[in-house]
């Protein structure tokens, strides 16, 4: 089985749980919503009938954020039982399978993406095929708002943390902490241009207390 179909899998097993704890998440998270803000003025002036999409959505939660912000947005994921649950759970809303190896999109269908906390099940060459995939999913000049985790008390960057068990379930997922730079660096060599990065510190009593990094990119031109 792939890395790809153990994580499916792991979050298969374990995806009406993590609706449970994460549905109601971006309420404590104020950063988060600023730059889902950001993002959503940013595709509404290129194009505001265009679609956009949430890469690695899980139970559908920034997908119904990100709706609310008045954007045409398909949420995707690549665990079969997320998107039941992100169905089930926001039934108006518009949910595909697929992944960062094969995304359901045409070429340039899209007018950005968002990829919030799901890159991190990637190795390094995961990341880079998937950055192309994303190249060639979102048009020119469209945008893409990338997150993840950088590091936390016991695990630098570049660290990885597996993890065999999660509520009682047994799962076998990757957690990598990424070095923003390399990132970064990997965006831009699929054709994205870096707008912005925002780093910040674990949000108190919310979320893992891990240092987080937010990358803001453009479609550029010239590729």
């Not at 950001?38 to 559908?60: I, K, N, Q, S």
């Not at 649950?85 to 999109?105: D, I, K, M, N, Q």
């Not at 950055?131 to 708002?145: K, P």
Request: glycine share 10%; with cysteine; charged share 25%.
């Amino acid at each position: 089985m792939s890395g790809t179909d153990e994580t499916a899998r792991s979050y298969d097993a374990v995806a009406d749980r993590y609706a449970r704890e994460f549905a109601d998440e971006l309420a404590g998270k104020p950063v988060d919503r600023a730059l889902y803000a950001v993002f959503a003025e940013l595709v509404r002036a290129l194009d505001p009938r265009a679609t956009v999409a949430d890469v690695g959505c899980g139970p559908g939660h920034v997908t119904a954020h990100l709706a609310g912000l008045e954007l045409e947005v398909v949420g995707v994921d690549a665990s079969p039982g997320m998107i039941a649950t992100a169905r089930g759970s926001h039934p108006g809303l518009r949910f595909e399978v697929g992944t960062f190896a094969a995304l359901p999109a045409r070429d340039g269908e899209w007018a950005g993406a968002v990829a919030p906390y799901s890159i991190i099940h990637l190795d390094r060459d995961g990341r880079r095929t998937a950055a192309a995939e994303l190249a060639r999913a979102i048009r020119t000049g469209g945008w893409l708002l990338v997150a993840f985790h950088v590091s936390d008390a016991e695990r630098p960057a570049g660290a990885l943390r597996h993890v065999a068990e999660w509520w009682g379930h047994e799962v076998s997922l990757d957690f990598h902490f990424l070095d923003p730079a390399e990132v970064a660096g990997d965006l831009a060599a699929a054709g994205f241009m870096l707008v912005s990065r925002t780093d910040r510190e674990p949000w108190p009593g919310v979320e893992h207390p891990s240092r987080r990094s937010y990358l803001l990119a453009r479609r550029d031109a010239a590729w």
